[in-house]
């Protein structure tokens, strides 16, 4: 806004963000490499001895590899269901955003609604117990998928509202058919958008907690969040394995957001508040 | 016969919607209403039988349920309250021309990746009343820090802080994003009339941001009311009740195995959540069309 | 991977959806373990306590040892009522491990055993077990567990040093008791009584500890409670348990950090002689005999003491029961038979001692205690050996227990809500509960 620099004020914010933010996680870096015995007095003091190995060691190790376990199974439930998702929402607000049709009520309040309504959990282990699907991985990722649909719709919505129309007329004048029209025209433009997902729901779904805990229960199906609530009964003492296990659990996301850090900014700006 | 050809192969074909209907309608909307049929029924994992109203009198009767709706909406108001505030402070800072802006957005936006579970246990570990680091600061200051999580008039706050901190950092992006598409010559125009900062940021930002805020509170207070992982990692709604929400009473009676009485709890979740949601977004965004 | 042309983002988008679909046929499973030609393979659920699964293992390893055709693998689930609910819910969709341990008494009456657990009557060993045990894993008529661990005490721990050093005596009376408490406190070196509310689970032994007492005053109450007859609140010696929790900390002998503190930090000060008592399951001595080795017998025990020194006795709790579901067959049956007639048999104790000191008597005629078991579990024979010196804790003799009494603990431990008040909420508590179990009379 204004072109002076204010130097004052921005040793206040870097001197407060410092406190604030980068106090807790040097907490949980430093606890993470020392040993059981100082990391116990959970104070913070810089390692007498640095055990960065063998902790790292001990916790991959602990219970028969489980964390390499759930590593794997984490990939596979974010991957696929947020992949998933992006596909099935995007062409949702596509049909959504274009055609205006009597329905659009009733579907714009089923959208809002997933959004809302907390979901019924035991009513959903019944369904998925029906179906066969209960306790399985293609279960929990179709689970996330539902849940998680709706705030994509409105992404995406938001987004194609602002791609013109004559792009489509275009291409259905060249005989293109519904289905490349959308996946060759359109969906290549929602680009921008689609990282925004991407990176919100990868996020979501990789840190959930309470999904995997209700849906799909069981040491050999434990995803990473569940590993630390296990462990942390496990380790009540060992601090500084929690804190390895943490520390570990944190680096997908922090890869994603150095990755995507600006492109998040840009796709929240093209289109998302829009809606 | 072209015309029918052309109604026929519409180039926004509904069948677009039935792969994403089959999985939410099947996965979310079949047990919502079947909710509403379980939650009139006693069911154990085993079999489950009719008993009408019986379960949402016992649910009211429950000790926590009363004090949990009550939490639930202190915790709702106040997250979302605090998400508005600092994020719309911070989101104003950060796209002036601070030095460290790229370091400070990142560190504000970071804790919002990171596992709640992961920074819950990271701050009850923090907030430890004798040993923890931030009553151990207090105490070289010379302040008697309180039992953030263990004095049952706090604890329940101490949980709202930690999940302002997490979360003020999509606040604070959804508010940077109102902001840079908010058109340099309106601020521009402000300068040559001589209105100062100040007056620009009330002005100026704070109207042409309300997309942005109308978005912030309902996500946060959509977030705040059915809020579980981060009260469950740091407290498990204690001490005693004092920090229930109604989402970790809802789960503590899943755990008891009292699925009908569970369900209803989650039925009275949706109650509330729609009862503030809806008319608040209604409220909202009429006022944006008539901006 | 998004630097791909525009163009290609469809193709990409179909790519990513048929390989998610792919992805979803197979989850991680597990790193390495295969059934290898002629084993039977079996697998044994536990909790994920240390103590547990190091004494699972063990006896696996033991039991594996003398049958070379079998392997086991140890899986673990959480403790408590999650765990409860992981039980029940793999039971009753037919997908439990092929053995599993669990809870004796309420909690195994409530997985319908006729329906879903494999009897073990024409089992040889069934004759060996303990009666007041046996009648913990029965249920119409039948007998479906063999006992995995040790009989277990409800009691008060304490510390011997500081109990020498002041030259106190061990109390019969909540009096006593008190007047010790009094001494501890003016003392100023121990905190006289230590409570963990940062694990809630811990802050029941007062109530439950206290259930002979309770029974010593009135014998029919588990029977009149589990009718629906008797309350805690209006039951004057089932209330003591709430008021005792109450007066320990309106008497200002709680620990300093007694709200944030975790069971292991009790076991740490009673240990260590930073508290004078704790009350606590026997099983902390298994901790304590880990990680203070050199402490243990430092450690010493006497039963939550009631109104009447002359009926004072020890609560105890049986141990868990070893179950075969019932959709284990074939030759993973045998097998899993075989394993229990393992755990059940003294080679079993011993292989169980061997993995962490035992927490109290073995509930396996023949089966001896080794002759170095800490002194606090060595405080429990008198107990047991006594005529009407010990009781079966009320979770055995009746199904009715409400799943809030550890918060509402925690409340009247913490000044929170007063004991009558507390005592009238967990009757609510336990009403609820019953009338989940759809029981006779609620």
């Known amino acids: 806004m204004t072109g002076r620099r204010n130097y004052w004020l921005s040793g206040v914010a870097i001197l407060l963000s410092i406190v604030v933010f980068l106090v807790p996680f040097a907490f949980i870096v430093l606890t993470a490499v020392k040993s059981r015995q100082q990391a116990a007095l959970l104070d913070f003091s810089w390692p007498e001895n640095f055990q960065i190995v063998r902790n790292f060691v001990d916790v991959v190790e602990a219970r028969d590899y489980m964390l390499i376990i759930a590593f794997i199974n984490s990939t596979i439930l974010t991957v696929s269901s947020v992949a998933i998702m992006v596909v099935l929402a995007a062409m949702v607000a596509y049909v959504l955003q274009r055609r205006k049709s009597r329905w659009n009520v009733l579907i714009n309040f089923l959208v809002l609604s997933g959004l809302i309504i907390p979901p019924a959990v035991v009513p959903t282990i019944w369904v998925l117990q029906k179906l066969g699907l209960f306790r399985t991985m293609p279960g929990l990722i179709l689970v996330e998928v539902a849940f998680g649909i709706s705030f994509a719709i409105l992404l995406f919505r938001a987004f194609i509202a602002t791609i013109p129309r004559e792009l489509d007329e275009a291409a259905i004048i060249d005989g293109a058919s519904p289905f490349r029209l959308f996946f060759r025209v359109i969906f290549p433009l929602l680009r921008s958008v689609a990282i925004t997902v991407i990176v919100v729901q990868s996020v979501t779904v990789f840190n959930d907690f309470v999904n995997p805990l209700y849906f799909l229960p069981g040491d050999q199906n434990a995803t990473v969040q569940l590993t630390l609530y296990n462990f942390s009964s496990q380790f009540t003492s060992q601090y500084n394995l929690l804190f390895m296990n943490i520390l570990l659990i944190t680096i997908p996301p922090l890869i994603m957001f150095l990755f995507f850090n600006r492109r998040i900014v840009s796709g929240m700006t093209s289109g998302a508040i829009k809606g | 016969m072209t015309t029918i050809r052309a109604r026929r192969r519409s180039p926004y074909p509904s069948w677009f919607y039935l792969p994403a209907a089959l999985v939410y309608g099947v996965l979310f909307l079949v047990p919502t209403f079947a909710s509403f049929y379980f939650s009139l029924t006693r069911w154990t994992i085993f079999d489950s039988h009719f008993i009408g109203f019986e379960n949402f009198v016992n649910f009211f009767r429950e000790p926590a349920l009363v004090s949990g709706l009550t939490n639930t909406l202190i915790y709702a108001v106040v997250t979302s309250g605090l998400k508005v505030v600092l994020g719309l402070l911070l989101a104003v800072l950060l796209t002036s021309q601070i030095i460290g802006r790229g370091y400070l957005r990142s560190v504000v936006f970071f804790p919002v990746l990171v596992s709640t579970i992961g920074v819950g246990l990271t701050f009850t570990v923090l907030m430890n009343p004798e040993r923890g680091l931030i009553n151990e600061s207090l105490a070289a200051i010379g302040v008697q820090g309180p039992g953030w999580l263990t004095d049952p008039d706090l604890a329940l706050l101490s949980v709202a802080l930690v999940d302002v901190w997490k979360g003020v950092g999509l606040a604070t992006l959804i508010y940077i994003a109102g902001i840079v598409s908010i058109p340099q010559e309106y601020f521009e125009a402000a300068r040559v009339d001589g209105a100062g900062a100040t007056a620009s940021f009330f002005r100026i930002v704070l109207p042409l941001a309300r997309p942005a805020t109308v978005t912030v509170v309902i996500l946060s207070l959509i977030g705040g009311l059915r809020s579980f992982d981060l009260i469950w990692a740091m407290t498990r709604g204690g001490p005693g009740f004092t920090s229930d929400v109604i989402a970790s009473v809802i789960y503590k009676q899943y755990q008891a195995g009292f699925y009908g009485l569970s369900t209803a709890g989650n039925v009275i979740l949706f109650l509330v959540v729609t009862a503030v949601i809806l008319p608040l977004y209604w409220f909202l965004t009429r006022k944006e069309v008539e901006l | 991977m998004f630097d791909v042309p525009p163009r290609r983002l469809g193709a990409f988008a179909a790519a990513a959806v048929a390989s998610a679909l792919a992805l979803t046929a197979c989850s991680a499973g597990s790193l390495g373990s295969s059934d290898e030609g002629g084993k039977t393979a079996i697998s044994l659920l536990v909790d994920n306590a240390e103590a547990t699964v190091k004494t699972a293992e063990q006896v696996v390893g033991d039991f594996t040892a003398k049958n070379p055709d079998i392997t086991v693998k140890v899986e673990t689930r959480p403790q408590g009522t999650e765990g409860d609910n992981i039980v029940k819910t793999r039971l009753s969709t037919g997908d439990m491990s092929d053995v599993f341990i669990y809870n004796s008494g309420s909690l195994f009456q409530a997985l319908k055993p006729e329906q879903n657990l494999v009897a073990l009557d024409d089992q040889s060993y069934v004759g060996q077990l303990d009666a007041n045990f046996k009648t913990t894993v029965t249920a119409g008529g039948k007998v479906y567990g063999a006992p995995f661990g040790t009989f277990m005490g409800g009691a008060v721990l304490y510390n011997r040093k500081v109990y020498e050093r002041l030259g106190l005596q061990v109390p019969k009376t909540w009096s006593e008791f008190m007047a010790n408490n009094a001494k501890i406190k003016a003392d100023g070196k121990a905190a006289p009584v230590i409570q963990t509310y940062q694990e809630t689970w811990t802050s029941q032994l007062f109530i439950l500890g206290d259930f002979h007492n309770v029974s010593a005053a009135d014998s029919a109450f588990a029977e009149k409670y589990t009718k629906n007859q008797a309350k805690y609140a209006t039951t004057p010696a089932a209330l003591e348990g709430f008021a005792h929790l109450q007066e320990v900390f309106d008497a200002g002998y709680l620990n300093k950090d007694f709200a944030s503190a975790k069971y292991e930090d009790g076991q740490r000060m009673i240990a260590l002689g930073e508290g004078a008592h704790y009350p606590m399951l026997t099983a902390a001595v298994a901790n304590i005999a880990i990680n203070n080795p050199d402490k243990v017998n430092d450690v010493g025990l006497f039963a939550l003491p009631g109104t009447d020194a002359a009926t004072n006795g020890l609560t105890v709790w049986a141990p868990g029961g070893a179950y075969i579901p019932a959709s284990t067959s074939g030759a993973k049956l045998e097998a899993a038979r075989k394993l229990l007639a393992f755990i059940a048999s003294p080679d079993g104790c011993t292989s169980q001692a061997k993995a962490s000191p035992p927490t109290g008597p ?58 009558p008040d507390g005592a009238a909420l967990y009757d609510r508590d336990v009403e609820k509960q019953a009338q989940q179990l759809g029981l006779p009379g609620w």
Request: charged residues 25%; negative net charge; aromatic residues 6%.
């Open chain 3, 362 to 419: 073995f509930a396996v005629k023949g089966c001896e205690l080794p002759a170095d078991v800490p002194q606090s579990i060595k405080d429990m024979q008198p107990y047991i050996d006594r005529e009407g010196g010990s009781s079966l804790a009320l979770e055995f003799l009746s199904p009715v227990k409400g799943p809030s009494l550890e918060q509402i603990c925690v409340e009247v431990g913490s000044g929170i809500r007063k004991a």
